[in-house]
């Protein structure tokens, strides 16, 4: 059957962010400022597939948003 | 008429169409407490993976175009038959017949196929080398490949916001762009000209060139390549590159012969979800989700529409599934639309529908900083709110908009009560 053929990390975190509900407050870029960033006043730019080792980062990001935009699946949970 | 069917753990559910609704549908289902069998079948050969970052990121080379699939929390627990399609729909038997010949037995099915980008009007002129549209992570890892190669210009053709997204990507990446479009500012048919003259004019300080009030006629070839647009007014602009981004065709010719209603604007559901046959009857067993989905808004009077937004696509989706699999907390689907779109470093976002507005007013900020939001009224009510790097605001208008507050709003709901609120005419063509 065919899959994801990601080409960075077989089995990364999978994250998406609903960038209608985010406003922009940057928790998520302190809390994993690898995964998170700001450019310009408000647009988020993330990775949607950190490697599992993000996993701490990604939950300290995930629990930090005031809007609970993030979303993160953990393929070993 | 046959009731809503209960769903149990010997019954078939299928969700057509592997996308952000099919995934999220899917999802519901499960929360809802289904536990029979649950397959998704999506012609893709990919499990269901994000879309906004192809037409931004993916094409600066910020992310890889393989990479944006979509978190879940579905285990093992689906069957999946990606790269192959529905085909056909036989309701009295409750079959599909899939591309690959195979057929497959539903208690409750699930439409969530989609759009596919609008073609360009000449198919030849389509398939030459250099021309391109986005809708699949191959068509975006095909466009940045092209623009990787620095080609001597871009021309997109269309500015709505796919087009003004890709024209802001090419700026970002130093290349030469030419957008252009019939109506009078970019992004006129969504926000009209009066907001997206603002928007076009933060366009024209990155150095997008823009042809407005143009169409193109032809996309011409040289040697078996694309090397320019043909206006209908005669004149030519020479790239290297084109990118058609005229809007969305749903996916539903595989519903033909069905008896649903259905064709290239959507198919037809009740207020609940459910679709409709050709005398507007619902099919209990059958609903539709996302951009494929036509519906009643009862914030719009009950009037039909489909809306291509990621937002709605969840959340009629978790609808949908909830529905199908007998759980219909709330039964009819009515969420606010809303729509962020990244053009280079700046964010668009809307609510409601500005669909009929007839006056529009800048209530808050102050374009010149680009920084604002602008309320669109409709008859005298709020219908809709386009903020430009203000995001922190507009969950405020929203609320305008749910409430049909009266418009213009109350001077309080501005930053700026001295200030005499100007009402203009937002410039649908
Ligand atoms: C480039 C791009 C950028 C976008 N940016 C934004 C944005 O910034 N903000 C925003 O709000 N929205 C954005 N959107 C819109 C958003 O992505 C869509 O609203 C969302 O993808 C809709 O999800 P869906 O599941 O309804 O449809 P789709 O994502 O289209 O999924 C439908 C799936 O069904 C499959 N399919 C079709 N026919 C069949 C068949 N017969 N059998 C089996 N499978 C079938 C399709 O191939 C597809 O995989 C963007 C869309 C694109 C293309
Ligand atoms: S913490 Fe949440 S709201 Fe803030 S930038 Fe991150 S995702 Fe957006």
Redo the contacts with the bound molecule.
């Keep these: 059957m065919p899959t994801t053929d990601d080409s960075r990390d077989p089995t990364p975190l999978r994250v998406s962010v609903d960038?209608?509900l985010c406003q922009a407050y940057a928790q998520c870029c302190y809390a994993a400022p690898r995964h998170f960033r700001l450019i310009g006043r408000e647009a988020l730019f993330y990775d949607p597939a950190p490697s599992a080792d993000a996993r701490a980062d990604m939950e300290r990001a995930r629990i930090s948003c005031p809007v609970q935009a993030i979303r993160v699946e953990d393929p070993d949970v | 008429m046959s009731d809503v069917a209960a769903l149990t753990s010997d019954s078939h559910a299928v969700v057509?169409?592997?996308?952000?609704?099919?995934l999220r549908g899917a999802e519901a289902m499960r929360d809802a407490g289904f536990e029979g069998r649950l397959t998704i079948?999506?012609?893709?050969p990919h499990r269901p993976y994000d879309?906004?970052p192809?037409?931004k990121h993916v094409l600066t080379g910020l992310l890889p175009p393989d990479v944006t699939r979509l978190p879940s929390d579905l285990d093992g627990d689906v069957e999946w038959r990606l790269g192959v399609?529905?085909?056909s729909l036989d309701r009295g038997a409750r079959t599909l017949r899939l591309t690959d010949g195979t057929t497959l037995r539903y208690d409750a099915l699930l439409i969530?196929?989609?759009?596919r980008a609008r073609p360009w009007i000449h198919p030849e002129e389509e398939r030459l080398p250099g021309v391109f549209s986005?809708?699949s992570r191959d068509d975006?890892a095909s466009l940045r490949a092209a623009l990787v190669a620095r080609p001597k210009r871009v021309v997109v053709i269309g500015a709505g916001?796919?087009g003004c997204?890709v024209a802001a990507v090419c700026r970002e990446l130093d290349l030469p762009v030419c957008l252009i479009d019939p109506s009078p500012s970019p992004l006129g048919r969504v926000i009209g000209s009066a907001v997206g003259g603002l928007i076009g004019a933060v366009h024209e300080g990155w150095g997008v060139e823009m042809r407005l009030g143009a169409e193109v006629a032809h996309l011409e070839a040289k040697g078996g390549r694309f090397v320019g647009v043909r206006l209908k007014d005669g004149g030519r602009i020479e790239a290297q590159v084109a990118v058609v981004a005229l809007g969305a065709v749903r996916?539903t010719e595989?519903l033909d012969g069905s008896g649903l209603s259905a064709d290239s604007g959507g198919i037809d559901c009740d207020e609940r979800g459910f679709v409709t046959d050709a005398f507007g009857q619902p099919d209990p067993r059958i609903a539709a989700?996302?951009?494929?989905a036509r519906f009643p808004h009862p914030l719009y009077g009950g009037r039909r529409i489909a809306l291509?937004?990621?937002?709605?696509?969840v959340a009629q989706a978790r609808h949908a599934g909830r529905l199908l699999a007998g759980d219909a907390s709330g039964p009819v689907y009515g969420a606010v639309p809303n729509?962020?779109?990244?053009q280079g470093d700046m964010v668009v976002k809307s609510v409601g529908l500005t669909e009929g507005a007839d006056a529009v007013a800048i209530v808050q900020g102050d374009p010149a900083e680009r920084r604002f939001v602008a309320l669109y009224g409709r008859a005298g009510r709020c219908v809709a709110a386009v903020s430009v790097d203000s995001a922190r605001w507009l969950p405020a208008y929203g609320h305008l908009i749910e409430t049909a507050a009266p418009f213009p709003p109350a001077e309080a709901v501005t930053d700026r009560p001295s200030r005499k609120i100007d009402i203009l005419d937002p410039g649908f063509a």
């Excluded at chain 2, 291509?308 to 696509?313: I, K, L, M, R, T």
């Design positions: 960038l209608n | 057509v169409g592997g996308g952000l609704a099919g079948v999506g012609n893709e879309r906004p192809l037409s399609g529905a085909a969530a196929t989609g759009t986005i809708r975006a916001f796919i997204e996916n595989w989700a996302g951009d494929v291509e937004h990621w937002g709605h696509a729509f962020w779109s990244t």
